[in-house]
């Protein structure tokens, strides 16, 4: 840490040289710039780096570094752990470069670090263009793929990590490079579900797929079908073509106009059919399930952009998530998941959803470090409340519903999905092979681990 007047100096030198804001705590602002969506986190930066460009990045990186202050990098501000803040450090805040460029002919588009999945999709709609997203509007799009990136699309289209073809990257030392498959390939390998452990994207490059039609379905049905509906759902998805995805989801019934207004606030099995495709075709495969009696039932087409609107969650509430990818959906596996249910945190925002994988995940490329690949299916307790006297009663049924399921485990996790679980959870989201390969892109890039406010990746 620098002495007080080296500091003062520094800051007001930040100040003066920043396009963006620059926020200390004493100034107007700061509380409101250092929210982020899990109202669980409340850590207080030395300084937040609002920045308007690349260039402010790097003053931002150098700042932080002359003083010796560690650094947190702020995209869509959706890390459960609250990654994107940190206490007595820098957080360099992305928010406003959110530019998104598409390149219909190359079927490829370019984004700015601080672009959250509504910048992109809303982009790429004209063009009848889209790429796999996370499965709300307000996710960030940096974080999201370099983090590997599951979302409806994945069966359809992969990971998002697999349509990446560059990152623009400011690293440790404040110098910049751009990594793709010819340019720094390791680095880029490292990218593949690394994160930000190697350097601040401040804009990457994706592959984009053809998305002409775009429907959906939403089945709401007592808790006590849940077992049903889970197999039926597990026959249509595992017998259907790899446009269908979406999730069986446990839920607290939303006050929607859908939903019958004496059941809004007491415990629904969700069934949600999402297909990259037409409302007809849609129709034919969910036949199975709209036979099963339900309380409420959605179904039609609808832009891809304003389907990952629906179903935004709220900012501010308490969160803790976790995840378990499986080997398979056996009959025991699904009782034990919807037996679970029955204990589930109600009313809250708490969800717990079992999501099918497959398609053109277990298709895509095996070099990355996404050690996920080849699960099936991967159940995802998604605890969200308001009050904090549930605290301890809402993070312990997240815990419960993985310890269930470990017997079904794979092993392997996607990342993106937990917290700060500890450093074996960080090598099951990479694995251990892979682990070794990307300390050593670490040591390269940032051998003093300035960028560890992450599922951190130590320089070997």
Request: proline share 8%.
């Amino acid at each position: 840490m620098a002495p007080l007047s080296k500091a003062g100096t520094a800051l007001a030198a930040l100040r003066e040289d920043l396009a963006g804001d620059v926020f200390a705590p004493e100034d107007p602002g700061y509380d409101a710039a250092r929210t982020v969506f899990n109202g669980m986190i409340d850590r207080k930066p030395a300084v937040i780096a609002r920045c308007e460009s690349e260039a402010d990045v790097i003053t931002a990186v150098r700042f932080a570094r002359d003083l010796d202050l560690p650094v947190a990098v702020r995209g869509g501000g959706h890390s459960v752990a609250g990654m994107s803040l940190n206490d007595g450090g820098v957080v360099v805040d992305m928010r406003r470069m959110h530019e998104v460029t598409v390149h219909p002919g190359a079927k490829a588009v370019r984004i700015a670090g601080g672009a959250v999945m509504s910048h992109l999709d809303r982009a790429c709609q004209p063009y009848d263009l889209a790429t796999t997203g996370g499965r709300v509007s307000t996710t960030g799009v940096a974080g999201f793929v370099l983090g590997g990136g599951s979302g409806w699309l994945d069966r359809t289209f992969g990971l998002a990590v697999d349509n990446l073809l560059g990152v623009d990257l400011v690293t440790a030392d404040g110098s910049t490079l751009t990594a793709t498959a010819e340019d720094h390939p390791e680095l880029f390998w490292a990218l593949h579900g690394g994160g930000g452990n190697f350097g601040v994207a401040t804009s990457l490059t994706l592959r984009l797929h053809e998305l002409p039609e775009f429907s959906f379905c939403l089945l709401l049905y007592p808790p006590q079908a849940g077992p049903q509906v889970l197999r039926v759902y597990r026959e249509l998805i595992e017998s259907g073509p790899v446009e269908a995805g979406g999730g069986v989801i446990y839920l607290t019934a939303p006050p929607e106009p859908f939903v019958p207004p004496h059941l809004v606030g007491t415990l629904l099995a969700g069934a949600l059919v999402t297909y990259a495709g037409a409302e007809e075709d849609l129709r034919k495969l969910v036949g199975p399930l709209l036979a099963l009696p339900h309380e409420a039932e959605v179904l039609g087409a609808i832009p891809y952009p304003d389907f990952q609107c629906m179903l935004d969650d709220p900012p501010g509430l308490r969160n803790y998530w976790s995840a378990e990818y499986l080997t398979g959906l056996p009959d025991e596996l699904v009782e034990v998941f919807c037996a679970r249910a029955a204990t589930m945190p109600v009313p809250t925002g708490t969800q717990h959803a079992m999501f099918p994988l497959g398609g053109a995940i277990a298709q895509g490329p095996a070099e990355f470090p996404v050690p996920y690949r080849d699960a099936m299916w991967a159940v995802h307790p998604f605890g969200m409340w308001e009050d904090p006297a549930d605290d301890e009663r809402c993070r312990q049924w997240v815990k419960d519903v993985r310890a269930d399921v470990l017997p079904w485990s794979t092993g392997a996790v996607y990342l993106n999905f937990t917290g700060d679980e500890g450093p074996e959870r960080v090598v099951a989201g990479l694995g251990e092979e892979n682990l070794h390969r990307l300390g050593a892109v670490k040591r390269e890039y940032d051998p003093d681990n300035v960028f560890r406010f992450n599922h951190n990746i130590k320089p070997t």
